[in-house]
């Protein structure tokens, strides 16, 4: 596709489980992004990629919390033992690098997320 | 550290009304900022971004910005509100050159009253 894609759209888990969000950046987008949009928090980064390697996960906010990337495309964000404050919106971004990327390289392009809610 | 903050979590204009949202930022940094809509159960899209070349930046649907050094500001302004406004609106500053992580305001709902 055009856009950045997430999947699934919706996820409802029970506590203490483990759940995977995926995301499939724009082809040829080196650099990608992971955020999470909650109520209390707003919007906030998690993670970010330059191909496959994560030069900073600062924003990571437990171990519980892990994501990769391979093929320098598809990442995933895993979280283990889920809790009712992991609940919220995760968003997916992608960019285009290099003087490749033109005058869109400092743009990043969204996805629209992942609604991960847990009971 | 950069930041932005937004004033106003709220703001509701009459339709044909000046829409202005205002982001002041705070940046260790040559900063580059952008404004992102989020439309209910969407992600976010991007309306315009300041990459320090020309200080009044023009974005899509009619919105507009002006990068003010002297204020570290950055308000949104459209002319005419429409109703297909209404939405969710943030102001976000990046990290460095490189890493370009963005770091955003608390976000501005817009209401546009008929």
């Known amino acids: 596709g055009a856009g950045v894609s997430q999947s699934p759209s919706n996820k409802v888990t029970e506590k203490g489980k483990d759940v995977e969000l995926r995301c499939d950046p724009i082809?040829?987008?080196?650099?990608l992004y992971w955020y999470r949009q909650s109520l209390g928090q707003g919007l906030e980064f998690l993670i970010y990629f330059q191909g496959n390697s994560a030069p900073d996960k600062s924003g990571l906010p437990s171990d519980r919390f892990s994501a990769e990337r391979t093929g320098g495309s598809v990442s995933t964000l895993t979280i283990q033992r889920t809790q009712q404050e992991d609940s919220a919106v995760y968003l997916c971004?992608?960019?285009?690098?290099?003087?490749?990327?033109?005058?869109?390289?400092?743009?990043?392009?969204f996805g629209p997320g992942t609604r991960l809610t847990v009971l | 550290a950069q930041s932005v903050t937004q004033l106003g979590s709220h703001v509701s204009v009459s339709e044909g009304a000046l829409v202005l949202l205002r982001c002041n930022y705070s940046?260790?940094?040559?900063?580059?900022l952008f404004w992102y809509v989020q439309y209910p159960n969407q992600g976010l899209q991007l309306l315009l971004k300041y990459t320090s070349a020309a200080t009044l930046v023009k974005g899509i649907n009619g919105f507009e910005a002006e990068f003010k050094k002297s204020e570290t500001s950055f308000h949104l302004t459209k002319p005419s509100a429409h109703m297909s406004d209404a939405a969710e609106y943030f102001c976000?500053?990046?990290?460095?050159?490189?890493?370009?992580?963005?770091?955003f305001g608390t976000g501005t709902r817009l209401t546009i009253i008929p």
């Open positions: 082809s040829g987008h080196t650099a």
């Open positions: 971004a992608s960019r285009p690098t290099g003087l490749a990327g033109g005058p869109g390289r400092n743009e990043q392009f």
């Open positions: 976000a500053v990046r990290h460095s050159f490189g890493n370009e992580k963005l770091t």
């Open positions: 940046s260790s940094v040559p900063p580059y």
